[in-house]
């Protein structure tokens, strides 16, 4: 019996780790991707739409694409240009003038609702750009949580950093949105970026994926110009790509129950909100702690090797 596929919304900032994420979800044969929907953070809204509807015609997936919200929702923008590159996409430029594919002429909580409503089934939305969408379409439906399975987001940690709270970027870009949606209610699955430092490619991989094909080497460009900080020169974190690996391989990922909420720490010269995690209080999330690297690499390449040559 042919095994039932996942429906699933991908909210998206679209930079080097969200790209290997939307090249591994779109390849699945376990997951239908119904929408990405485009978020600022990793760059201005502008540019990460552009590169997701580029990503879209480069690995040939005809999948609907709408634009999100601009800004944070009280906040000014704090974009990772530094980490992602200029252009959102490490060291890979693309002419943006031939972009073909176009958006869904509504905003992204209309077009979200709509297709929650429409699944028969609950359906997974996979977060791996700030909340702001999310927030947004949980007040303006708010009986999109009904519809929700779960939200499956990368960002936080479990730990402390230099003595004090740590500033994930995708909360931090708007941990006001990220508070109304872990306060809905709505079943969460929470990828801290610990799981990127374990799920990085190291130097041999990118080697290896310029070999393997040409999409592979347009992603070796993307790792050129793409600094994680907490892996230096070890290689390249993708983090975002747990999220999908989570949804198809759960046996794969150690996974402990936590209460999770947004704090804020506030000082005279800074103001940042970050996920506070507490494993003894009754939980509201799964909060995945490691992954088997192994079977993690296994599947990005065997993913890569779909394309091929």
Excluded: W
């Excluded at 994930?168 to 809905?184: H, L, M, R």
């Excluded at 490619?201 to 994926?209: C, G, Y």
């Excluded at 790509?241 to 150690?254: G, N, Q, R, S, W």
Aim: include cysteine; hydrophobic fraction near 35%; charge should be positive.
């Amino acid at each position: 019996m042919k095994k039932k596929k996942q429906n699933l919304i991908i909210d998206c900032d679209v930079g080097v780790d969200d790209a290997i994420a939307l090249m591994y979800a779109l390849q699945s044969e376990d997951l239908n991707v119904q929408l990405l929907s485009t978020e600022a953070g990793n760059n201005p809204i502008e540019n990460i739409t552009q590169n997701t509807l580029h990503l879209t015609e480069l690995l040939k997936k005809n999948v609907p694409v709408v634009q999100g919200v601009k800004e944070p929702i009280k906040r000014q923008p704090s974009y990772a240009l530094t980490a992602q590159g200029k252009g959102g996409l490490g060291g890979y430029n693309y002419n943006r003038k031939k972009i073909k594919n176009t958006l869904i002429n509504e905003t992204s909580s209309n077009a979200i609702y709509k297709i929650l409503k429409a699944n028969k089934e609950k359906t997974t939305i996979v977060a791996i750009g700030p909340m702001t969408n999310l927030a947004v379409l949980l007040k303006e439906h708010p009986d999109a949580k009904e519809y929700i399975k779960e939200i499956v987001f990368e960002s936080g940690t479990k730990e402390k950093i230099y003595g004090k709270p740590y500033k994930s970027f995708n909360v931090g870009f708007d941990p006001e949105a990220a508070e109304i949606v872990f306060k809905s209610g709505v079943p969460l699955v929470m990828v801290p970026m610990e799981l990127g430092h374990i799920a990085y490619l190291d130097k041999n991989d990118i080697k290896q994926f310029k070999k393997t094909n040409k999409i592979g080497k347009i992603f070796a460009k993307m790792f050129k110009k793409y600094h994680d900080y907490h892996v230096g020169n070890l290689g390249a974190a993708v983090h975002d790509a747990c999220t999908i690996f989570y949804l198809l391989h759960p046996e794969f990922v150690k996974t402990e129950q936590a209460h999770i909420d947004i704090k804020y720490y506030r000082t005279e010269t800074e103001d940042f909100g970050y996920v506070d995690i507490d494993f003894k209080k009754k939980a509201n999330a799964t909060v995945c702690i490691d992954l088997v690297i192994d079977m993690f690499k296994y599947e990005i390449f065997e993913c890569l090797k779909k394309f091929g040559k």
